[in-house]
């Protein structure tokens, strides 16, 4: 069948499907529909390369969403549709009564009844998009019905909810679901409920960054981007329509838009933020006459009480837990601390965060792009940005409330004063930023941007505290150092940046650490000498047959799970360099010593040796169903680490109740790109761009993306042609 609608009409598709029904199971589409799909179909040629990176091509720039989503679900429909369970809250409908509370914290800081008057009311020609998308998500589960698990029909206002990227710890005020279970497991005016714990979880984080003419080889802006999330987490792709639109890039799934990526004559990276644009209140609550109220400026409002359901699945059937939920005017009440209940008060989502998202995609130049921006919608992201005149800029945020600067934002503030709310938002060049700056670059790592471009970095003291509170990190620390110093920067030579595998954390980690053995009296420690002097010698560069690396991140990751002191704040969780240096400084040296001995012994028990290579045990295997590693199948040694140890790729590696460490997260898609007359570029995605273990695309990357071998972008059509693979419409 499937040859015989390649080279015929593809209406014979519901000839088929209505002459024999048993072909497609559970079918929810109406005729109309079926007939829209194929004609929208029609309009969109898809290319797949010789890396299988899909080239779109429609008339218009919903024929471009409309393929671009259809190639997703072509590549990873379990992902597409797995995000919009975890932004909709129906997770449970999938994996069981253990994600409840996850479900439940989604929707109370997301609201797809307002997702859906957004749809409603939403410009015509955007609306045209929304239809777009749904219809190339439902186009596919038509053609293949035996892929859903929950999903069977997407629906148009569904990107609504997933606007510029996925709520994070920032956008819940630092909220964990654990504290939201607590309390609405328990009676709801229990009194001194503890505070839940703040978890340190590993900084892998991202990289952007921009090249002017002062430090690159030809005089051309250069940018470079290095999104760290979980492995596979977004799809390469190239969108081209006749309307103007021509943007090539990562994609999350599950989006309609290049999320990080380049046009013709601009690129923009996004890294994750920390700028505040949510808070939490302390709320004074007290019940009388039978009912609960909140004080604030000296009367008592009632709180609003709503029944909200969760489905979730047990034993193959499909349930409902209720939840009583209470909101004040600040938002949903979501934990206790100390007795006080505690709200938040965020905005997770709006129709204006998804067209600036869109909009980015096609400005020209940069004010174009800036106009984009100054929608103040966005989020979750800062914006690392350069273009094809020259222009290289960074802006640290988007969206940010206005509040009062003398308060401390990092912590609850009083819910019973109109003195906290928020003032309205900062408008684009009130937001901490810098634009051409003279020192030539610009770096983001996830941190503080009053170091971003060395001595042109805006200044602290110009901002109010909530819009930067992070300090620094060691991929920070270790992009400054290479970005201060180059000159005459190529693709090639950025590139090589980017793959620097210096860890900095060890320039505050080993010195102490040889101090205290070069001042240790007890003779029971005089047998790590030769571990002692091979850290005494070691480079520091994370390599594949480096046994020092090995050692090394297995000593200071038994320290810091042990000793790190935690974060002041969750907001200022990324004061990561000062936090080690202030372990180090209280660590007895003996114990530092002491946890070498142990790392030796470790090491020799579960390899026989201390002096083990970093790669094999460091290892890349990509699972085929990209969770269950396996020690006895093949895997690649993998001379990368955490970037949380400092160096600017990263491979973050556990065990999964195997022998070896395997990478999960970390250099997702990566790309170098040079603006001029025409855009040149160079690009990686992890292992390969399939997810079909039975393609050739499954792992052709790998040993490029473990190396830093970048391929070439094919941007432009003409090449395209050159190095197509396969040429097909939707449905073909």
Not at 167 to 186: A, P, W
Not at 491 to 511: E, K, Q, V
Not at 639 to 658: D, H, I, M, V, Y
Request: proline share 5%; hydrophobic share 35%.
């Amino acid at each position: 069948m499937e040859k015989f609608i390649k080279i015929n009409d593809m209406r014979l598709v519901l000839v088929l499907v209505f002459l024999f029904p048993f072909l497609v199971k559970a079918q929810k589409f109406t005729g109309m529909e079926k007939e829209r799909f194929i004609a929208e179909a029609k309009r969109v040629n898809i290319i797949r390369d010789t890396w299988g990176v899909p080239h779109i091509y429609g008339k218009t720039d919903a024929d471009a969403v409309f393929g671009l989503l259809f190639t997703e679900c072509e590549e990873n429909f379990s992902r597409v549709e797995r995000n919009y369970l975890t932004v909709l809250g129906r997770t449970a409908e999938l994996e069981g009564e253990s994600t409840i509370y996850d479900d439940l914290l989604l929707r109370l800081v997301e609201d797809s009844t307002e997702a859906i008057q957004d749809y409603k009311k939403c410009p015509a020609d955007f609306k045209r998009l929304l239809d777009a998308f749904a219809d190339g998500v439902n186009y596919y589960l038509f053609l293949h019905p035996e892929s859903v698990h929950i999903l069977n029909h997407f629906e148009p206002w569904y990107p609504l909810m997933f606007t510029d990227g996925s709520v994070s710890s920032t956008m819940t005020g630092g909220i964990k679901t654990e504290e939201l279970r607590n309390f609405y497991t328990h009676a709801p005016n229990a009194q001194g409920e503890q505070e839940g714990p703040v978890l340190d979880l590993p900084e892998t984080g991202s990289n952007g960054f921009a090249i002017s003419s002062i430090k690159s080889a030809n005089g051309k802006a250069l940018l470079y981007i290095n999104p760290h999330v979980p492995f596979y987490f977004r799809m390469e792709a190239d969108m081209n329509s006749e309307e103007g639109l021509h943007a090539y890039g990562a994609v999350t799934w599950g989006q309609f838009f290049i999320y990080q990526g380049f046009n013709a004559h601009l690129g923009w990276m996004h890294t994750s933020s920390y700028a505040d644009v949510a808070d939490l209140y302390k709320e004074s609550i007290i019940k009388k006459g039978g009912r609960l109220f909140y004080r604030y400026e000296g009367k008592l409002v009632p709180v609003q009480i709503k029944t909200q359901g969760i489905a979730y699945k047990e034993g193959g059937r499909r349930k409902i837990r209720n939840f009583q939920v209470y909101f004040t005017g600040h938002g949903p009440i979501l934990a206790q601390r100390k007795g006080t209940w505690i709200s938040l008060k965020a905005i997770n989502r709006s129709f204006t965060a998804l067209l600036e998202s869109w909009n980015i995609t096609k400005a020209n130049n940069f004010e174009e792009y800036k106009r984009a921006m100054e929608l103040v919608s966005n989020a979750t992201n800062n914006t690392v940005y350069a273009d094809d005149r020259g222009n290289i800029a960074f802006w640290y945020g988007d969206f940010i409330p206005k509040r009062d600067s003398s308060l401390d934002w990092t912590q609850p503030v009083d819910g019973t004063t109109k003195k906290t709310e928020w003032r309205g938002l900062h408008r684009l060049p009130e937001i901490v930023q810098v634009i051409n700056p003279a020192s030539g670059f610009i770096q983001n790592c996830n941190a503080t941007p009053f170091l971003c471009s060395g001595f042109s970095s805006p200044k602290k003291s110009n901002y109010p505290a909530y819009m930067a509170p992070d300090g620094q990190n060691y991929r920070g620390v270790n992009a400054i150092r290479l970005l201060e110093k180059a000159k005459n920067l190529s693709l090639d030579s950025l590139i090589t940046i980017g793959y620097n595998r210096y860890l900095s954390a060890f320039d505050d980690m080993i010195p102490p650490l040889l101090k205290a053995y070069d001042q240790n009296t007890d003779t029971s420690l005089f047998q790590l000498e030769d571990a002692i002097e091979t850290l005494r010698n070691w480079d520091r560069i994370s390599t594949a047959r480096s046994e020092e690396t090995a050692l090394a991140i297995t000593w200071a990751s038994s320290i810091i799970q042990d000793f790190l002191p935690r974060p002041e704040s969750d907001e200022a969780s990324t004061y990561f360099t000062r936090r080690v240096q202030n372990m180090m400084k209280a660590l007895p040296p003996k114990t530092m010593l002491k946890y070498l001995k142990k790392t030796c012994d470790t090491l020799e028990g579960e390899y026989s040796t201390w002096q083990i290579p970093w790669g094999n045990i460091n290892r890349y295997q990509r699972p085929a169903d990209g969770i269950h590693f396996n020690d006895s199948l093949p895997s690649l040694f993998s001379g990368l680490a955490s970037s949380q140890f400092g160096e600017l790729p990263s491979f973050q590696s556990k065990k999964f109740n195997t022998h070896y460490r395997y990478g999960y997260s970390g250099n997702s898609f990566i790309a170098a790109v040079e603006f001029g007359d025409k855009v040149r570029a160079k690009s990686l995605i992890t292992g390969g761009q399939s997810f079909n273990p039975g393609s050739k695309h499954f792992s052709d990357q790998a040993e490029r993306f473990l190396n830093g071998q970048f391929k070439d972008v094919l941007f432009y059509k003409e090449d395209v042609l050159k190095q197509a693979e396969r040429t097909y419409h939707p449905g073909e």
